[in-house]
Structure formats: structure tokens, C-alpha cells
């Protein structure tokens, strides 16, 4: 199917699509003549900078960066989209121009460089699985308020209405388009559902996820139903995410690798929870990811949960993520772990933090707290040894200048406002 010269699948466009800083995907539809002249290297297509570091909201005063950025097809992804009739798709790099020492400025070229590097140096090989999270809005109904769909969750109720239908035509679209689809239900607040994808090497999941997401919110749209991704949908107390199934072999490294990721975790959560209303899933007993550094064998009221050995559900990131980004940074971290032969030092509290007497949570060396908001997450980013002096300096550095224009702009924004506003986007 990556062969845009013998493929046989009959389409008209081919749609080129990349994620940018703000966990945003942006795509440019050509026609089938000029995406092959692309492929013979007859032409290119670039873009201007500030697709990759200009904030979503509040930048009047700011000028956009000069010059251009060339798309780079991976003509390895081009696959059909049946949710679009005469479309095919393929994930792009940016081909940023050379920068000291080869840093890569292209989230996605970074987390291919962390892979190898990690292949090559400590011969680590990772897996990577998502479950998309999303809230689906009957614009025709109530555009401020979830579907009623019965909130139970796994429940069989929640999946008897006029809305189902969609949801496994979404699900046909995604398997139709080669990626793998493990299962799909409803969860316990009101209009939130899951689709859960099979695990692949680290950028292909990414790429599967970036096609997934897109197909599930346009085949909604065209039912003039709004499936959001956003973290804060509603004025309903639901936090949505994006959990990240992460496994590494082999699997005696285990230890070392989430004790890296341990260690530099409030950093990271500024990279997997990428926006203001990021934050309102930081709190204790809702299942959502708790308020403390911690990790536990299926607990849930934690940013990390081990689902089995060398396995792990990361729940401290959301859709408003750039996913190559936040991925990258989450093994290089487990890498470093790895290679400094990290030691652990929290142990599985067994239960929800929040419920421990403060004793027990010393002993089991649960002493640090998430940061509750982005700014907070921002700063530890900014100070984070790891990724300030890693090849993910300088996207490092035009992530923090992005989200704090961003956040100095939403600050001024009322809830219903920021959510007006990101809705469009997520």
C-alpha cells in the first residue's frame, strides 16, 4: 500500500498530515497527480514556521517566524480512508534545516531517534498501545452537554441508542485503514466512550493514533455529532485522556526504566497534559491519574500503572499532546534509567496514595506531588536536566515559548470560553 505509483486503491486525493507543537493535526489535500509528483522528487511542498510553534489562541501583537519547513511524506504510511471516499493518507515529517549537532527539531523524527538510539546502544526495543478516550456532543440536542447514553461503565446499556452505530462504523474505518483494533465501550461519565488499539513499535503507533483520532471525530462530524478528545469537554466534572500502553524488552530492565520515568515525571506530565485544562484530571479518587508521584499494580488513582512485568499504562497524558513528543521524552527518560541503572524508590502503595496515612506513604517513598497546573508542569519542564541538555533541547525550547504565550492568553479566558475555543481543535 506505500507504493503511490502501483498502488491499486482507487483515489482521488491524498491527504498529507503531520501534528504540530500543540498536539494539533494539520493536513494539506493534493490531488493524486501532485502527490506523485512529489514521490518521483518533481516537487516538494513546504510550509511556513509558525505551523509548528504558533499558539492556538492570543497572538495578535506576534509576528510569524520567517521562512519555510518541507513536508516529508513516509510514503510507508499511505493508506486508504474510507471515512473520506477518494481519499488516501500519509504521515509527514518536517524537514527542518540542519541544526548543531543534528538535533532534531520534528517531534516525530525525534521519537525514531530516541528508538534507535535505544536499539543501539542498550538493545531496547518498545511497544506502544493507546486508548482513545472521547466525548461525544449531539450538536442538535444540547452542544453544552454530553450524549445521554446511560453512564455505566462497560455497560451494555450505555451502547443501546441511535449513536452506536457511528461508533462501529468508526471502528470499521480505523481496522480498514490497517491499523489494529483490540476493543471498544463505553466508560462511567455520560457520553464517554473508548477505542482501544494493539500495540506496535513506537512511531507506527503514534502514526496509527494520528490517523485514528482523525477518523473517529470526521465520522462523527458528518453525523453532525462532536466527538472531542479535549481533557474538559463540558461544565460535568469528566476529565478524558489519552492513556499510553508502554512496554519495553527485555523485560530485566524493568525496574531501571520506570524508575527513570519516576524520576523526571513532573516534566513530563507538561508534555502529556499539554494544556491549561489539562490539570483537572490531577486529583485524587476519580480514576483518573491521583495527585501523586506513584506507580501501582493496576491501581488507577496513579500517573503510572503496571498492568504486568515490563508493562506499563502511562496515564499522565491527554489528546492535547503532541504523542510523538510526549512518547519520545517518556522513553528517553525510561532510557536513561536503563543506562544509569536507576533505582527505584517508591514501592507499589497497593491502594489509592490519597487513602494512606502519611506514615505509610513515607515508607513506601511517596513524598512528591504532581504539579496541579500547567504553569507548574511548565517550570519543572523548563528545570529538567534530562531534557534541557537531550536531542530534545530545542523542541524543548520552542515547546515552553509556545505553551507559555498560550497560557498567559487563556488566563484571560473564562472555562466556557477556553473550551469554546479548544473544542475546535481537539
Request: overall charge neutral; some cysteine; charged content about 25%.
Amino acid at each position: 500500500m506505500g507504493d503511490i505509483a502501483n498502488d491499486e486503491i482507487p483515489y482521488e486525493f491524498v491527504d498529507f498530515d503531520w501534528v504540530d507543537l500543540s498536539g494539533v493535526t494539520r493536513r494539506r489535500v493534493l490531488t493524486n497527480h501532485f502527490a506523485h509528483q512529489i514521490k518521483q522528487g518533481l516537487r516538494t511542498i513546504s510550509l511556513l514556521h509558525v505551523l509548528g510553534s504558533w499558539p492556538l489562541v492570543g497572538t495578535p501583537d506576534r509576528q510569524p517566524p520567517p521562512g519555510d519547513v518541507p513536508l516529508r511524506p513516509d510514503w510507508s504510511t499511505l493508506r486508504r480512508d474510507n471515512s473520506r471516499p477518494g481519499h488516501a493518507g500519509v504521515i509527514c515529517s518536517l524537514s527542518y534545516p540542519p541544526q548543531p549537532e543534528q538535533l532534531p527539531t520534528c517531534p516525530r523524527v525525534m521519537l525514531q531517534s530516541v528508538c534507535k538510539d535505544a536499539k543501539e546502544t542498550a538493545g531496547l526495543d518498545f511497544l506502544v498501545g493507546f486508548e482513545i478516550e472521547f466525548v461525544l456532543i449531539d450538536l442538535a440536542v444540547d452542544p453544552k452537554l454530553p450524549i445521554d447514553n446511560i453512564p455505566i461503565w462497560t455497560g451494555a446499556a450505555g451502547l443501546r441508542n441511535k449513536y452506536y452505530n457511528i461508533l462501529v462504523q468508526c471502528v470499521r474505518h480505523i481496522v480498514n485503514a490497517g491499523i489494529a483494533v483490540e476493543q471498544h465501550h463505553n466508560e462511567s461519565p455520560r457520553g464517554l466512550h473508548e477505542i482501544i488499539l494493539a500495540p506496535s513499535p513506537p512511531c507506527e503507533a503514534v502514526d496509527n493514533l494520528v490517523r485514528a483520532q482523525e477518523i473517529i471525530r470526521h465520522t462523527y462530524r458528518m453525523n453532525d455529532i462532536l466527538a472531542t478528545l479535549f481533557p474538559k469537554p463540558t461544565s460535568l466534572p469528566t476529565g478524558v485522556g489519552q492513556h499510553a500502553h508502554v512496554s519495553v524488552s527485555p523485560a530485566d530492565v524493568e525496574t531501571h526504566f520506570l524508575a527513570g520515568v519516576i524520576d523526571h515525571l513532573p516534566a513530563l506530565c507538561a508534555i502529556g497534559m499539554a494544556n491549561y485544562d489539562s490539570y483537572v484530571r490531577v486529583k485524587d479518587a476519580a480514576g483518573t491519574m491521583g495527585t501523586w508521584i506513584s506507580w501501582g499494580l493496576q491501581l488507577r488513582d496513579v500517573p503510572i500503572r503496571k498492568i504486568k512485568r515490563a508493562h506499563w499504562e502511562m496515564r499522565f497524558v491527554d489528546a492535547t499532546a503532541n504523542m510523538y513528543f510526549a512518547i519520545a521524552s517518556t522513553l528517553m527518560a525510561g532510557l536513561q534509567g536503563v543506562r544509569q541503572r536507576a533505582q527505584l524508590t517508591s514501592s507499589d502503595p497497593k491502594a489509592s496514595p490519597s487513602t494512606l496515612d502519611p506514615e505509610v506513604r513515607e515508607v513506601a517513598g511517596i513524598t512528591r506531588k504532581l504539579p496541579t497546573t500547567f504553569r507548574d508542569a511548565i517550570t519543572h519542564l523548563k528545570h529538567d536536566e534530562l531534557l534541557g541538555k537531550s536531542p530534545a533541547t530545542l523542541i524543548v525550547q520552542r515547546f515552553i515559548e509556545l505553551k507559555k504565550a498560550e497560557i498567559e492568553a487563556v488566563e484571560k479566558l473564562s472555562e466556557e470560553e477556553r473550551r469554546d475555543k479548544f473544542l475546535q481543535f481537539y
